[in-house]
Each structure stands twice: as structure tokens, then as C-alpha cells.
């Protein structure tokens, strides 16, 4: 069975510093990997995604993830948070086919001046 | 093309009192899901529908029943509400037979069960 694990439950990092959250996960095959924000109040949001080829992939809002099969990570990383980046961000793994998506329990970024 | 729609936003319940919450997708995709989220819980599968005309049991299904109306729709009802399910609940959908399977959330309901 698939599982993500999201180590950090709550991260505070100062504005304008880099960031990364990690992912790690549990999956036989190459996995279908995603990163969703949610702000306060809000649905998710796809920030993005990785199926196969290049094992860094670029979302919106300036972050990017690095798919790491020996490690079995897909951190997500972004160069200089902005306050507005203060949300809760969850990795989550699929697979082919009509199954859903497994969840991590998400990480909690607060952003600080 | 409002995406995945939620009623209602908002709503309290007596323990005991019966209520379905609606869902409804205008992309044509054929799964959708329904989750709760609880604080330090993340995101818990309570049931899917992988086509229409299919329903099947996530992690959490107990108290729950859920009707896949037609393509577009995916209603979840409490029979008999309990606090325990006091919580967000968001619907999804996907379109599982395309190169995606990413799942795209409504804005939520937020329960609360006295």
C-alpha cells in the first residue's frame, strides 16, 4: 500500500529565506507525485505534479520539487518565501489507473518578518 | 467554469439530525472523491466513486453513505450525526484515464456536529 510520510508538522521560516518541506513515500513502482497548498479557509491547490522524465519539475507561485527514487523523496523547494506563502502544503502519491491519491498529513508553513 | 462546487459552505447539526452535503463538477471527469480533514489529521478518504455508477469505501466510511447522482454529482449524507464528525469536508474530482490523475478540491464545508 502507498504512504506519504511529511516529517515537519510546522515549519516558520523569515521571508525572503529559501525554503524545502519533505516528502517522503511508500510505492512499489515510479510513483505519481503531487504538492497541493492550502490557504486559510481554502480548497487545494495544485502547486505540482511529477509522472516521469526530468526529476525536477517547476509549479506556479516560483516552487519546484526534486523527485529522488533512492531516497524515495519529492521535496519541494522555493529560493525566497513571500508572507503570502504562509499556507499548509501537502505531498501526495498515485498511481495509474482509478485509485486515489494518499495524502501526508500536511506541513504547516508560517512565514515571519 | 466554476470547477468543483460545494453546498453548503457552513453548517451546524444536533447530534442525531440528518443531513447530505452536494457536490458537483463541470469538468466531465469521471472520479470523485470525498475527504475530511481534521487538525493534525491531513486529509482522510471517506469514499470514492471511480465512474459513474460506482461508489467504493475509503479510510474512514463509517456513519457516512454517499449517492454518485450522475456524472456531474456526488452527494454525502450523515444519517445520524455524531461530534465525531465535526470537521472540513472537501469534495474532488479527476479525470483517472488521462496522463493527470491529479485531483482537483472544492472550497470545503465546514460541519459542526453539537
Known amino acids: 500500500a502507498q504512504s506519504v510520510t511529511q516529517p515537519d508538522i510546522h515549519i516558520t521560516v523569515s521571508e525572503g529565506a529559501s525554503l524545502e518541506l519533505r516528502c517522503n513515500y511508500s510505492?512499489?513502482?515510479?510513483?505519481?507525485l503531487f504538492w497541493y497548498v492550502q490557504s486559510p479557509g481554502q480548497g487545494l491547490q495544485l502547486l505540482l505534479k511529477y509522472f516521469s522524465g526530468d526529476t525536477l519539475v517547476q509549479g506556479i507561485k516560483g516552487f519546484e520539487a526534486e523527485f529522488k527514487r533512492s531516497q524515495s523523496s519529492f521535496n519541494l523547494r522555493k529560493p525566497s518565501v513571500h508572507w503570502s506563502d504562509a499556507a499548509e502544503y501537502y505531498c501526495a502519491v498515485g498511481e495509474p489507473g482509478n485509485t486515489p491519491l494518499v495524502f501526508g498529513k500536511g506541513t504547516r508553513l508560517s512565514v515571519i518578518a | 467554469n466554476a470547477g468543483v462546487t460545494q453546498t453548503p459552505k457552513f453548517q451546524v447539526l444536533k447530534t442525531g439530525q440528518s443531513m447530505t452535503l452536494q457536490c458537483a463538477q463541470d469538468?466531465?471527469?469521471?472520479?470523485m472523491y470525498w475527504y475530511r480533514q481534521d487538525p493534525g489529521m491531513g486529509l482522510r478518504l471517506i469514499y470514492y466513486?471511480?465512474?459513474?455508477?460506482?461508489?467504493d469505501k475509503g479510510e474512514v466510511p463509517n456513519g457516512y453513505n454517499v449517492s454518485r447522482l450522475n456524472k456531474r454529482e456526488f452527494s454525502l449524507r450523515l444519517e445520524s450525526a455524531a461530534p465525531s464528525q465535526t470537521s472540513v469536508y472537501f469534495c474532488?474530482?479527476?479525470?483517472?484515464?488521462?496522463?493527470?490523475?491529479?485531483?482537483?478540491f472544492g472550497p470545503g464545508t465546514r460541519l459542526t456536529v453539537t
Open positions: 469538468m466531465n471527469h469521471n472520479s
Open positions: 510505492y512499489g513502482a515510479t510513483p505519481y
Open positions: 474532488a474530482s479527476s479525470e483517472a484515464r488521462s496522463s493527470s490523475y491529479e485531483q482537483y
Open positions: 466513486s471511480a465512474s459513474e455508477g460506482t461508489t
